[in-house]
């Protein structure tokens, strides 16, 4: 276990001398603050508000180094089987490597398969968007409803939003509309195809596996209302099914069992976790048919030009790896169990509901590989919502309640620059300057010295008072929010996690955790069926609780 390597044990031990230096004191010292930075193509990451200096970066690389991150790095990228629980290879790198940059998993390169199924993307994206392909009554495809839900959903919302309005992107998306139905709620597929015509719209069914039970029901529910609407302009259903419906899936006999042509059918391998499948056909089908496959090639090169930087930058200018020792300094040695993550920039509005489920699900564990149990809290609880939003709502928690280390995400260039005449600055301008005040604000704080100073009554004091000390860092991207900082951004947040994961010592590939609710719905879903035909059927299995509350349900 990492915690028992004396690594751990001088970083336990540092910790508690740190404790005693204020941040407002850290920061005075403009050397730290020069060498607590790092760059990388377009990136500034500027950590020097962590509550640490250089002596805790030496210790935490000497904590990578107990915890053979690099070794563990290499052997990802080698294509070894590091998910062992799954016995599966963990090479969502390849989904992104140039085809000229073969990878491997069990002596086979994967980056052919990669690059045959994007060519495929891009020729039938191609012809949906001039209208070759069109609908069953001839109608173009301007419509997408993309079904999936966790891994097969997040991160495709995620760049969606990112590019509405970034100017290439939105080009090529007018006239066309996205849209996403993950929940099993009724209202979410009445929310999805609101106001469409099944003429004009393509649904794809995106789901790893072809067998989770919500993204199942939707397709069922979406397949009928494509069915029924295009019964009444005289389209059979094979018919409907054949031009409006598509899938992804790793599982392609099972999508071609729910009638889903082979042609229709996009793959992908079970060495992409779903999580990490946004690169993949789960997230290039829907986003090529919407944006163009340019959008999307260029997209991938940013989470690949990301994936280089991880694996050959050093580790003291790499900044995942930064990211992750600061995630394990903050967490398993500052007693940060939460952290937050505050684009200031409205396009992410769905980048923190996506590496939620990146981070949560990969390190909210409580066994190390071996199965041992952890003697260490690992993973952490992820929020975050953009700027300035979130400062109206929970920033108030964050300055003066519990201790949130914050991720402030910023662009120097707006996607859509806006300066109204007589403003005394732009309005990308009035966004950054509270992208640059906050983490001021954290780490200085206020003292009540300062308050009595400037006149504020006894009494209020201390309500006003800002404890301050409490670390952020700041990453600012030099250009604007295009396809390649989205795949940059993306993969940094990725490979965060999985430095984070490797360093715990744990599985950050497996989700074992989400089983055992599913198994419990399947036996509430035959009681509610049997109860449903026969009002007199017994409740069976349920404690007094949950039979009560499906009394009350069912009555
Ligand atoms: O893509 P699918 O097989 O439909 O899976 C969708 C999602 O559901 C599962 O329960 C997992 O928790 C997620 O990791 C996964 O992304």
């Given at each position: 276990m990492i915690n028992d390597t004396p690594q751990w044990t001088r970083l336990a031990a540092h910790a508690k001398t740190i404790e005693s230096t204020h941040l407002r004191t850290l920061l005075k010292d403009e050397a730290r603050n020069a060498a607590l930075t790092a760059e990388h193509n377009g990136i500034t990451l500027d950590y020097?508000?962590?509550?640490?200096t250089l002596e805790t970066m030496d210790l935490l690389f000497d904590l990578a180094e107990a915890a053979h991150l690099r070794e563990k790095l290499a052997a990802i990228a080698s294509g070894d089987h590091v998910n062992a629980t799954e016995d599966r290879a963990v090479m969502h790198m390849a989904l992104r490597s140039p085809a000229n940059k073969p990878m491997y998993v069990d002596g086979k390169n994967v980056v052919e398969d990669v690059h045959e199924v994007l060519a495929a993307i891009r020729r039938f994206s191609d012809r949906v968007r001039s209208g070759e392909a069109h609908g069953a009554t001839g109608k173009k495809l301007l419509n997408i409803v993309s079904i999936g839900i966790g891994g097969s959903y997040l991160g495709p919302e995620y760049v969606f939003e990112a590019l509405r309005h970034e100017k290439v992107a939105k080009a090529a998306a007018a006239g066309r509309t996205l849209r996403f139905l993950a929940n099993v709620d009724p209202v979410d597929a009445a929310r999805a195809v609101e106001g469409l015509n099944p003429e004009d719209t393509l649904v794809v069914v995106v789901s790893k596996t072809f067998t989770t039970a919500e993204t199942m029901l939707n397709a069922r529910t979406l397949r009928k209302w494509l069915v029924d609407g295009l019964a009444a302009k005289g389209v059979s259903a094979a018919d409907a099914i054949r031009h409006h419906m598509i899938a992804v899936s790793a599982a392609v006999p099972k999508a071609q069992e729910f009638g889903i042509a082979p042609e229709n059918v996009f793959g992908f391998w079970d060495w992409v976790g779903g999580r990490y499948s946004?690169?993949?056909?789960?997230?290039i089908v829907p986003l090529a048919l919407h944006y163009g496959a340019d959008v999307t090639d260029a997209f991938l090169a940013g989470a690949h030009d990301l994936d280089e930087h991880l694996l050959n930058a050093p580790l003291r200018q790499n900044l995942p790896v930064l990211l992750g020792l600061l995630g394990i300094w903050n967490?398993?040695?500052?007693?940060?169990?939460t952290r937050a993550m505050l684009p200031y920039?409205?396009?992410?509005?769905?980048f923190a509901a996506h590496i939620q489920q990146v981070d949560m699900e990969s390190n909210g564990k409580r066994v190390a590989l071996d199965g041992s149990v952890l003697p260490f809290a690992a993973g952490e609880i992820n929020f975050g919502e953009p700027g300035t939003n979130g400062q109206h709502s929970f920033y108030q928690l964050i300055h003066q309640g519990r201790v949130v280390p914050c991720d402030f995400i910023a662009f120097c260039k707006s996607q859509t620059p806006t300066h109204l005449a007589g403003?005394?600055?732009?309005n990308h301008d009035e966004l950054m300057s509270n992208f640059f005040a906050q983490p001021d604000a954290l780490a200085n704080g206020k003292t009540v010295e300062e308050l009595a100073a400037e006149g504020v009554p006894a009494a209020l004091r201390p309500h006003k008072a800002f404890p301050g000390n409490r670390p952020s860092l700041s990453l600012l991207f030099h250009g604007s929010l295009d396809a390649f900082a989205c795949g940059q951004l993306l993969a940094l947040y990725e490979h965060r996690t999985v430095v984070q994961g490797a360093i715990w010592g744990l599985?950050?590939?497996?989700?074992?955790?989400?089983e055992l609710g599913k198994v419990l719905a399947t036996q509430v879903r035959n009681q509610l069926s049997a109860s449903r035909a026969d009002a007199a059927a017994e409740l069976k299995g349920f404690n007094s609780s949950t039979a009560s509350l499906l009394k009350r349900y069912l009555a």
């Open positions: 020097s508000r962590q509550n640490a946004v690169c993949s056909a789960v997230g967490s398993s040695f500052q007693g940060h169990a920039a409205q396009a992410l509005l769905r403003e005394k600055v732009s599985n950050s590939f497996d989700q074992w955790g989400v």
